[in-house]
């Protein structure tokens, strides 16, 4: 038996159901939620999702609350980056 899922990888199990602009959203939500992140803390990159909105460092044993699929949102990274500049001019 050959391999179904080498084009469509993860979003395989859906067959040809729901359209395929759609399995390709799903297909990068689900890649950014299974994929390990960097550790702030400990620097390793063994950060991993344990449901929704809530990360786990299996290394340092911390649990970090952040975004529903990526650990961290880009609205979270750009109002980190206004605090950093607001509190560097104060």
Known sequence: MSKRTIKVGLVGK?????GSSI?????KIEIS???????NFCGKKVI???????????????TFAGGAWEL???????????????SKNV
């Open 23 to 27: 399995r390709k959203q799903i297909k």
């Open 72 to 86: 961290q949102t880009e609205a979270g990274f750009i109002s980190n980056n206004v605090i950093k500049k607001t």
């Open 14 to 18: 859906y067959g040809t159901r729901y």
């Open 48 to 62: 991993k999702r344990i449901s929704v909105g809530i990360w786990y460092c299996r290394k340092c044993n911390k």
């Open 33 to 39: 939620q299974h994929k390990r992140y960097l550790c």
